[in-house]
Each structure stands twice: as C-alpha cells, then as structure tokens.
C-alpha cells in the first residue's frame, strides 16, 4: 500500500467544486450533421468505443424499445437514425441474443410506411398475448406530426427471430382527437399491457396536461380497439411530460419478478416516468386498484424529481419485461453520451445501453435493488483477489493485473470507528450537490473512500466513485457519488458530478461498491444494488491499456477493505 503521495493529493488538489450542470438529451434535429457520418468514421480511432454494452457499428441510438423473450430469443429492439450520428429518421432498429451478453443485428423491424406513422417510428412496448403471439405497440408520427399509437404483429409467429413485422390496417388504435382533448405533441410510448379479470386488457401512454404529468389509461377486449378510460391511471402536478412510462408488478416477499398482469395480496405496484423536463427515469413505489384502475403511491414515495430514481447518472428512457424463461424481471435503459455534439459526429456514434439489470422490491419495501443480470459474469476472466486489508487514510491501492479500461470490481469496506464521523448538516439535503462540492479530493473522517476508475498513470485523469459517511440527527448517513471532474483532459465533454444518499446503515451493515467499466462508460452499484450511478467518460490519457484502477481513502480515518475481487471482461459479441 502506497501513501497518499504529494503527487496525488497534488492532483486531488486541483479538484474543487463545480457548478451541477448537465447537457440535456434532445430530440433537436441537427439537419446539418445528418448524413455525414461514414467520412468521419472511418478515420477516427475508437477508444471509446464499448467491449460489452450493447451498441451498434454506428449511428445514434437511443430508447430501447419492445424487449421481449419469445421461443427461447431475446429480442431488443431501439431508436436508431440509419443516417447519422444525432437523433433523427428514427426506426425501430433490432439486434436477437440467446444470453442478453452476445447480440446478432437484424433488419429494421419498424419504420415509417404508413400514414400513422410516415413522420417516425417512436418508442414502444411488447406485449405477449394469451396464444403466445407477441404484439407490438408503438407511437408513430403522422402527416400533421400527431402522435398517434400504432400496433404490429409477427408476419410469422412461427419464426422465432421475428424478422417481418406487419402494421394493423387499423392504424392508429389510439390519436388525440378534439372529443378527447389529448394533446398531439404529448402523447407517446405505449406500454406493455396487462390483462385484467374482466378479460380486457389495460395500458397506459404519457402525456401532459400544461406542467401535469399524467399516464392516460386505455381499455381493450381485442387488443384492437382501445378506449380511453374516464380518468388517467395516475398524474402529478408540476412534472412535465411523462415519456417511456412503465408499470408494473413487483413481489413483497420473493425476489422473483413478475408478469406485467400479476395482481395479489403480496405484491406492490411500480410507476415509472421518465421526465422529459429533466431526463431522469423516476418511479414511486404504490398500490394499484384493479377495479377503479387507479394507481395510487405509497405514503413516502413521492412523483417527480424529489423522488426516487432508477439511476442517479445518466439512464433514461428506460424499459423493464417479465423474463418467463427465468422468472426474473428485467430493466433496460439508454445510456446517452456526454460527449460534445461534433464529437460525437466525428466518432461517427453516439448512445449506448446500460447492462441489462434484474429489478426487485427491497426488503423495506420503499426502493427498489438492481443488479446487473448474472450473464454479464461469463466474460469475467483473470480474477484478481486481495486480501482484506486496511485502507489507512489517505492512502491508494492499485488493483494489478487488469485490463483496467474493460473490466468488473467489486469491492467492500467495512467502518469500525465512527466516533469522527462528520456532522451532516442540516442544509445538506441535495446529494448530488453535496458531492460535487464534497468530490474526492476534498478530505473528510469517514470517507471519500471508494475507487479511482479509468484513472491515468500521473493521475492526470480519474473517475470517482466513492462514499462519505456522515453523523445524521439519529443515524449515520451514507453519501455515494461519482465524480466524473477529473475523468478527461478533453474540456468538452459533460463532467457533472453525480451523487445520492444510500439507504444502508453503516454501522450494522459493510458497505459494497459494484463498477462495471467499459471504455467510455462506469456503471455503479451501491449497497447491493440500492443506489445506481451510470456515468460516461471520455479520457485522453487513461484509455485501453493506459488504464489503471485503484481503491482510495482520502479521510482521514481508517477503513477495512475485506472484499476486492476485479475481473477483466471479454467483449462481447455485439452486432
Ligand atoms: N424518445 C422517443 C420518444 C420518447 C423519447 C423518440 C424518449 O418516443 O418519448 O425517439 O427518449
């Protein structure tokens, strides 16, 4: 173990706080890049190019769309401009996999053809229907630019590949007209339905109302004709537009996830929007009345962005499906860059997805856990073990024998003194601020420890992700961020510091860090899977076998590793 060296704190030094900003993910159309993408491509290196997310050769992508397992194959299908490397043209792109890990491209399975759709193939859900026939519902842009809800079915239910998908000659099923008073430019992503007792099936679309949020809900006893139920499933003030709403069932007292259409005594309900306002996917936690059809949150789990999120980084768009071959239940999301818009024309892509997570209620059944699905674990190769140790502060310790810029840590501290716990105070109340003005190099007692990702040789760039512990009113607070300040030499990119505070008690429980680490991108998992944060990076320095990992303490007080476990990752075999 190394003592914090006068070079480190020297370059910890030159962190300090920066404003909370971020770049919005837009749907701006930028006429003038369109179609410029193969030139560029074709010259530029690739170091941020990922080894195990999914991503295709080129172009923009963005929401996943549909996901779905259907004779044994998952399918994923997405936003995808053909043309270029910023959002545009949009089709339902497709890829297959047999493990969620290795993915083969298919042919474009949606896009513009038909009146209800000849403006865009938008986002989507898949549904299984009693037979066993997937059903597919999308948001298509017609001749006005209304948002309409479209459906398609297999051309042939027998392949299991789904190549040709066919558009209802009923299109739209769903569109705002003046009897229902929807607003046309808010009214999109259909979900994945579920099936009520009274044998009609029900989802949901968002939209708007002025700043309102709201799910409208739809009836259907053919899956071909909707109607519009009196009320919305659920709204909430001051929101803005809900986009990609997702709903569904979770179990209280089993891991095991759930078809979308499961009602009982033990399960709860979860609601996810994604913002447009803000484009961060939140959810509540609730109950829903199947028989006024009504979703209602829990006390305490609050809609919109005072609540709790799936992601604390950048995931948005996201989209969960029941996983029958596992029963598991499993959640999606895009993973947008942080990269400058001519940087990302250069490269010639932009977009990637996040590891596919199982999502399940958490045993105080007031958040939800993820965790990367188990998959992911068979490109881990060249285990790398430390013996449980001491990380005394200020001290960092190289985790060796790495491919550190394609890799999988996890690691574990466990606290054992917290008489010199820092004092939270009471101001103190946004996480994410706290950590961009707290980053890592601001020394604390308790903490920043955690690990320096895709961090240089001369440490002339790291990503952070750590934690801080702090004396709260009648707990100790845990506080985990990750500070992408330090991550690039390159000024153009979006280096927001991410945080929130994590529910696990400290003193009870260790604290464990998961980092999936793909070139451009760092995907946290805190205390098991209660807090995500997903960050993309671009360094200059630290990139391919540059890369380093290291664990670090930058408090002053001790803290025990007793876990740390690295893995470098295969590529997958993506598209
Ligand atoms: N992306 C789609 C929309 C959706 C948005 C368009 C969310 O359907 O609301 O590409 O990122």
Redesign the pocket.
Known sequence: MEIFSVRLSFFFALLFGHGVFELK?S?HTYHTFQNLQESAVSATIQPYRTGYHFQPPKNWI??PNGPMIYKGVYHLFY?YNPKGAV?GN?VWAHSTSRDLVNWTPQKVAIFPSQPSDIN?T???SATILPDGTPAIL??GINPLNQ?VQNLALPKNPSDPYLLEWVKSPKNPVMAPTPENQINASSF??PTTAWLGVDGRWRLIV?SKINRKGLAYLYRSKDFVHWIKAKHPLHSAKKTG?W??VDFFPVSVNSPVGLDTSTLGPHVKHVLKA?L?DT?HDYYTIGEYDHVKDIYTPDEGSVDGDSGLRYDYGKF??SKTFFDSSKNRRLLLG?LNESSSVSDDIKKGWAGIHAIPRVVRLDKSGKQLVQWPIKEIEKLRTNPVHLPSQYLKGGSVLEVPGLTAAQADVEITFKVSDFSKAEVLDTSWTNPQLLCSQKGASVKGSLGPFGLLILASKGMQEYTSVFFRIFKGQNKHVVLMCSDQSRSSLNPDNDKTTYGAFVDVDPVHEQLSLRSLIDHSVVESFGGQGKNCISARVYPTLAINEAAHLYAFNNGSESVTITRLSAWSMKKAHIN
């Open positions: 993910a749907h963005n929401d936003q959002w949009i865009g938008w986002s989507g999308y948001t948002q999109r992503d968002g537009m986009e990609c994604s447009d484009k948005y768009a895009w």
